[in-house]
């Protein structure tokens, strides 16, 4: 069965570094795109970044671009988030998805349970 399983979420200062794990089973991991989504109370859910099948290509949300990146190593079957120089509305629960078309767009159908990130001194 298809499975996704994020960890490395925690609570950590402003300015700190997180870096998040998404590790996959269930499926052949470099023919999808992986994105990965985040929501915090009261928000709508915003796409932080997603990651082409092969790792070639990557987008980024504005608010994010510049310090997360994101990467993929398709032997481990598992997805990375590194995030740099955090901020307190970086808190939020992250969640990693299986995207169901090219160029990392529609509605994924396949999501990890989530890992809470929290930002704060």
């Known amino acids: 069965q298809v499975q996704l399983v994020e960890s490395g979420g925690g609570l950590v200062q402003p300015g700190g570094s997180l870096r998040l794990s998404c590790a996959a089973s269930g499926f052949t991991l470099d023919y999808y795109d992986i994105g990965w989504f985040r929501q915090a109370p009261g928000k709508e859910r915003e796409k932080v970044s997603c990651?082409?099948?092969?790792?070639?290509?990557?987008v980024y949300a504005d608010s994010v671009k510049g310090r997360f990146t994101i990467s993929r190593d398709n032997a481990k079957n598992t997805v990375y988030l590194q995030m740099n120089s955090l901020k307190p509305e970086d808190t939020a629960v992250y969640y990693c998805?299986?995207?169901?078309?090219?160029?990392?767009?529609?509605?994924?159908?396949?999501w990890g349970q989530g890992t809470q990130v929290t930002v704060s001194s």
């Open positions: 998805a299986r995207q169901t078309h090219s160029y990392c767009s529609g509605s994924p159908v396949y």
């Open positions: 990651v082409s099948s092969s790792g070639s290509s990557t």
